[in-house]
């Protein structure tokens, strides 16, 4: 582990241990502790910060509060067929939602296709996670998720939060390349990114945030401190209706709930999701061409002649640099971020022995 000033790296599998350890010391199964570590440090590792490792203070919180329930699995719930419902029983959703996706993946390649609704599950984190284990397969998906009674955006003309990041990923598969991977909050920001920044002590970008005022602020403080802001959608109205659609895509039609004055979290520590996922074997298409076609796009718009000097990028490539950066580098940590997290740990149950291998 190397520290610098106000921010730490550390390698991705002794991070990935101390994760893993913590869960046990917490109480979940190896299992459990083991797919939780993996999430949150792949996320990292994808240069998502916001759904990382510094997410562990905030679950440990709604665990002590009774709202996360470990060492759940998934319930089934109805079967049709190609169509799956399923219950996360409030349990760790990057449990339930590996459980529900190993699903969808059986059903999809046994019948061609596979919508599967997930609901009641803790917080699933970085959807692209589960997009990345459909492709893994072979397979094409879309998710729509919602962020049930957790409301921290503000509808396009709208002064205060009325409903959450919700987010929406796809996934397209390629032969003997990293997939496209398309998935990004609804929001302009997703909430953890406004989380780093304030445990950094920087601003965010503007048209990001605005006050409780309805204010435009470029003041990450205002999601964190009250009175509450609000982010806002990306897109102006385009940001605002993708979010609707997952609202009532992942939340009502997967038999969970919307956001709305009954629906409202009690805890901010508290995230709760529903997802649902259409998975696609491409082989059950007449499109022979398909790849080729797919490389010929992107090959296409690679040739256009850059503006700056940045480079021209498809859905995924950016993960896909973080990861062998940071696989290279280390993963950073904030200082605040790290402290907070070794907290928790001590709240788990791990003794200073324990932590000493870590530190």
């Given at each position: 582990m190397r520290q610098n000033e106000g921010e730490i790296s550390i390698d991705s599998d002794r991070l990935t241990r101390l994760v893993?350890?913590?869960?046990r010391a917490a109480?979940?199964?190896?299992?459990?502790?083991?797919l939780v570590a993996d999430h949150l440090v792949q996320a990292n590792l994808s240069g998502h910060d916001s759904h990382g490792v510094g997410m562990i203070p905030s679950y440990m919180i709604s665990r002590q509060q009774g709202h996360l329930q470990q060492n759940q699995h998934v319930q089934v719930v109805k079967d049709a067929g190609a169509v799956l419902t399923v219950d996360g029983n409030n349990g760790f959703g990057q449990v339930a939602a590996c459980e529900a996706m190993s699903l969808g993946i059986?059903?999809?390649?046994?019948?061609?296709m596979c919508a599967i609704a997930?609901?009641?599950?803790?917080h699933i984190g970085r959807v692209g996670h589960w997009a990345e284990q459909c492709a893994r397969a072979g397979l094409?998906?879309?998710?729509?998720?919602?962020v049930v009674g957790?409301?921290?955006?503000?509808?396009?003309?709208?002064?205060?939060?009325?409903?959450?990041?919700?987010p929406f990923c796809a996934i397209f598969p390629r032969k003997e390349q990293p997939p496209l991977l398309l998935d990004f909050a609804t929001s302009g920001i997703a909430f953890g990114k406004t989380r780093v920044a304030w445990n950094k002590g920087v601003q965010v970008a503007p048209g990001n945030l605005i006050d409780h005022k309805g204010t435009p602020t470029v003041e990450p403080s205002v999601m964190h401190e009250t009175p509450y802001g609000s982010l806002l959608a990306f897109g102006l109205h385009k940001g605002y209706g993708l979010a609707v659609m997952c609202e009532i895509l992942g939340g009502a039609l997967s038999g969970g709930q919307t956001t709305h004055q009954s629906s409202l979290q009690t805890s901010v520590e508290a995230i709760f999701n529903s997802m649902t996922t259409i998975i696609l074997d491409p082989k059950a298409f007449d499109a022979p061409q398909m790849q080729q076609e797919a490389e010929a796009f992107i090959d296409w718009v690679k040739a256009s002649p850059q503006a700056d000097d940045q480079p021209i990028q498809v859905p995924g490539e950016f993960e896909e640099a973080?990861?062998?950066?940071?696989?290279?580098?280390?993963?950073p940590v904030d200082?605040?971020?790290?402290?907070?997290?070794?907290?928790?740990?001590?709240?788990?149950?791990?003794s200073e022995s324990e932590l000493a291998e870590f530190i």
């Open positions: 893993q350890t913590l869960w109480g979940s199964s190896e299992t459990e502790a083991r059986e059903r999809a390649q046994q019948l061609g997930l609901r009641n599950t803790h094409i998906s879309f998710h729509f998720v919602n957790d409301p921290m955006v503000a509808p396009f003309h709208g002064s205060d939060r009325r409903f959450g990041t919700n973080q990861r062998a950066e940071r696989l290279r580098d280390g993963i200082a605040n971020t790290w402290q907070q997290i070794l907290a928790a740990a001590r709240e788990a149950g791990m």
